[in-house]
């Protein structure tokens, strides 16, 4: 499986099309199989957030499911010390989460193939791991670091998913806390907003959409759609309905070319049900 | 969005992939519908162009269309009908075959050579290559016998009439014997009917030498042993049968002679003995004098019905939609079956009585005629078609004393029901008012009930028993002493006494059975060279009961008060059984008490009536009756001391349940008031497979929680047992407290949890566990799982402000699973909670249909809830049947439901509350033609849902539903054929047992840490300890107990999240110890290197090229890594891996 260029040059970083480092990872020392994890620098045009500087961060795919953050953390300390891992589900640019949430209110994580972006704090570390040999592979489990899987994991997530209810409330407290402190902030901002709108010392009046105090139109989708239905419908209600004789033809038009029409499907359904045979009673 | 994030990468790692991508995708949304589709053509809105639509209609189209509009429910009614019509009957070449054969067997015939005359006992003329077709006994008769060409040779029957129909075409020859082998004495003894036979038999023994016949057999006419008749198929075809009939010269006897109260068998002769009997007083004979009479008018007959048929041009498809409606219901053979010529006697009936008129089409005379049945009961008002009957003719009375049904024919000698039993022809008439019932209901399709769904009788009754061993039935002519009735039925000691043991029945399940059938008994075929087989031969006799759910379980039988004089016939009934009792009412009366404790054990009282009549008046031990009523109920049995199907765990939970809800409704101090509590469980509304059963914990199995003291897993024990926790959701009132922010609502969610726990605790001291998205609640052994719900939350998660600051509303899979969680499932639980309490039985049908589907590995392909919807279309929309009555027939009914329901061009409209109307259907069957691609496969409306089938949107996928249509199909095929034939291997979990070898990897499991295993379809002998103990139940407080730990569930989705789209995986959630893994077909084509599809891929680099396969030994290593302590081995097939 593994790539042919491999076998001639064992000691050697494989490096595939693409720009890709392979690297082999194993569960433990003595496992029979391996994965293959790819690495490469961190690059992309615009990265805008400062957390994953471009130099720095090394983007790797393909993580087993039981690697965590803290494996991960510990299997490339090797190239250098780790300032940092993020693991996701998909390569994508770095998302700013709302609110910090306590781990009891995060969403379950998928327990898949991870992506990781692993900032180092040198950026020597980088080419270190792209040129690790392809044929040491990392390994998760050793006996100094034990990773625990199966039966055992799930006792221990078990085990920690309890939470006081008291402490449960803290949290809940703190963040309704932060929460109405962020309302109270944007009303007040808002607030602001509607202060500039008023009349500055000139007599001038900065004139703005949703003025304040002003029965503006509901700045909603469904809003804009009730608008459009009402106006609709005063059109239909001017409409005058079999009055002339030309309006009365049609509907008797109409109503034929219906049937017709329900002829023709149920005609049609016969013939498919007669392809399927489904007139056969045994 | 997902795309967009991709495209920052890909521009990063390399760019001429970029193209690929965007394609990729796309060209597989593309290839995958059509690929769905492809082999069977499917329905597409129909697109007339504006000129068809629109131009002139002629009168005569006009005409047509106003038909179609005014006469049936729409012009698909009828054109069906005329498909069918075409079907069924006879094209110009098969009658042209017929015809040709007809003409060699005629010629053949007229050359029969005579005979030296013989005494009728002397059979040394026959050669040993035929035998006669008749059972002696008594062995000698009076009378001499000589072969001769015949007088004539006719056609009879429904060919010349041209109502003839496939399949099982049958051509009736009447051969009439020459005057000259008869003596008008002949009626007496039997001496005609051997004669008769004699003659068949010298008929066969020249055609043997004839090699323009094919095969050549004898049978019966409707099983009648008296009628003998000669089957002949042409040599090169085997599509159709002659049938020969010996009868003698028209009018050779006098028809006056065959009275219903005259007697023809002399008991002398019958019995050999001397007796001092006058002819006077000798038993009528009726059953005799009728198969005797019946040879006598076959030509009067079609006479009769030509001349009826050529007044009414449709009376030939009447016949023929008749006769299939007939076949349908397995009406239309065998003794005392109501068959084709009866049909067309029927029709002639309603046609001289003017209840019809000859300008009808074939549809009204169905119609028409099925409202005759099911309005007139012949076993009390006989009809008659003779218009004058001369004076000798018997009284419509007289028929009636000497038969259980009346249909007199035109010459007024014959009835033509003579063997006809009342219970048939109530099963007729039943089956005839349940037709019309449903016929003018236009939410059913009508045409496929009435004339495409076969009713066997296995998924027709409710309970169906059988008589195994006939033989005894010799003793019960004995016990109820039959002797001249015997006689009447020349000694088929069947027949004789099935009309006794029906009444007998009948009255001893009185008000517990709708309806009591039986099987008809095919008739005989033997081939020429053997003897004619005797009468215990024929296949066991099969009873079919549709039960009264409300009665049939009752354990009492109270009768009349003890002084009355009804007691003493009360008391004949049920002999030893009968005791007097005294009633709380203060009433002492006679009565009977069955046993049962559970449930499913009163099912089964109808079967200790049963045995218990049948031994007592009969003599027909226990052991000849073979009851097929729960055999299948054995897999959802539990229960250590009294063996229950779940009816009773049920009703404890849905108690316990009650009584929270009752103490949150209750509680005080909460900031907001309740406004509702529901279960959104199927424990809450009967449907668990293995409801919840209270269970006391042992300790010292568990390890303890530092913080809150809760039970948890011990490492190195057994998994402990499963505690499923019952959903119950708790609706808060709105209020303008509640913030407007999704992640604000949670955490106020979390708040009320805490605070009902608390409230919980402190009021009822039941130990509770309150979590972001849920509360624990510990109660009497049980664990509730409540969740607190606000009506506007999936408002707020569907809004969302764009960049123009404009409110949006758009839908996302977050709102609706919400939605289904907190509205749909308990609307649905509540619903079919109320379905419960109509149908005592639904609740055992699910189970049953949810552990089928569990054990074939089906469970996460048809959902639960679908699972549950689909049992309740069985009860809702029975047609053609009535609403299962045992969990049994239920089952049966499923698995025909799931393989013959045409999925691909049909909703399944489950009218839940009937709150559908017929508009309502229409609206669903266009929505649902109109965009049927875009739709799920398995498409199931609700009143609720009537557009996207939320139910079944996720899975069913196209390839799982045609295997589950497939597995469902041949698990019907071998229950069926189980349950009706007691000399199969009698094991019913065959059909439990998935074929495992179509998967590519099979992961074993340790059976000690499946925590359901006592649920497998064979339980394993040993189990281990999970830590619970016997002994009543404490109702609040104790230890948190483990709740919802299931390493094997945790595992499955581990293994999904990790390998969903390289594999599927399979497990049967209650006590499978084997995972099976199906590789995706499309997971092994190589695909080039993109850094989205890389997971547990491994490269191959062929110059600049990068193409990843799956790195299928890692997979395999992971298999067992991830399941550490769960998994016992993987057994990989390599074998059948084709990649």
Redesign the interface.
Known sequence: ?????KKHASSQPCI?????T?LSLQ?SPD??????V?V?E?????EKSSHRPLDRTL?V??I???CSEAVVRELFSQFGSVQSVELRD????FQES??K?SK??RPAE????K?GYIVFHGSSSLTAAKSHPHNVPLVVCTEQRPVR???????QQ??E?????DK??Q??DS??KD?DKR?EEEAERQKKEAEQQQEDEEGWVKVTRGHKGTKARP????ANQRTLQKEMRKKKRKELMNFYTWQHRNTQ?EH??E????????????A?????R????? | MKKKLTVAEMIASDSSHEEEEDEAPLKAKRSKPGEAEEGEPVCRPVKLSRNDLYRPPTVEELNQLKEAESLFHCSLLKMQMEELLKEVTLSERRKQQIDSFIQTVTTLLQAVPDSPEVEVSDLSWLSSAVKIPFLPVPKTTKGKFHMAPPASVDLIGSYPLGTCSKPRIMVDLAVTIPADVLHPKDAVNQRYPRKRALYLAGLAQYLTSSSDIGTMRYSCLHGNRLRPVLLLTPPDTSSFTVRVHACPPPGFFKPSRFHPQRNNIRTEWYTGLQTSQSESSEPPTPHYNSSVLGDLLPRAHLQFLSAVSSQCPAFADGVALLKVWLRQRELDQGTGCFNGFLASMLLAYLLTTHRISNTMTAYQLLRNSLNFLASTDLTVNGISLAKDPDSTAPSLAEFHNGFQVVFIDPSGHLNMCADMTACTYKQLQHEASVSMQFWDNPTVDGFHSLLMTPKPMIRTSDHVFQLCELVKLQSSCKKLNLLSELMDHSGNYVHTVLPFLLSLLQRGLGQRIHLLTHSLTPDPEWSVDSEAPKHKAQPPLSFGLLLRPELAASVLERGPPADSPKAAEFRQLWGPRSELRRFQDGAITEAVLWDGESMCQKRLVPKQIIAHLLQLHADIPESCVRYVGAMVDDVIKTGSEVSSTGEEESLLVVQSYDDLSRKLWRLEGLPLSITAVQGAHPALRYTQVFPPLPLKLDYSFFEREKISRSLVPKEGKPCPAYITPITVICHMEGSGKWPHDRLAIRHIRTAFHIRLGELLKNDHNYTCRPCPTHLDVWKGGLVFRIQVAYHREPQVLRESVNAEGLLVVRDNEEAQALEMATIHKPLLTSTLHGLQQEHPCFGAVCRLVKRWLAAQLFSDDITEDSADLLVASLFLQPAPFTPPGSPQVGFLRFLHLLSSFDWRNNPLVVNLNNQLTAADYTEIKNDFMASRESLPVMFIATPKDKKVSMWTKRAPSVQMLQRVVMVAAESLKVLEHQLMDGSQIQDVRVVMRPPLDVYDVLIHLNPKQVPLLSQAVDPPAVNFSRGVTTGSVAQSGGALPVIDYNPVSLYLTELREAFGDLALFFCDPYGGTVIAVLWKPKAFISMPFKTSQVSARSVEVTGEEVKTVPNVEAILEDFRIMGEGLVKSVEARTEKWSF
């Open positions: 499986m593994a790539p042919a260029k595939i099309p693409g720009g890709f392979v569960f496992s029979a199989a391996q994965h293959k790819y490469k961190h690059r992309v045009r615009a983007f795919l393909n087993p499911p039981y998909h390569p994508g640019s709302g609110p949430l009891f209110f998928k327990k898949g193939f992506v899987t199966g039966v055992q994991k799930w006792i078990y085990t998913s309890f939470i006081q209810s449960l409330q949290i809940v963040f309704m929460y309302k700045h909603s989708e469904a038009k034929i070319a049937l017709r029409k329900k002829f023709e499907e149920d005609k049609q359904r016969i498919l049900l007669r392809a399927q489904k007139f056969r009673p045994y």
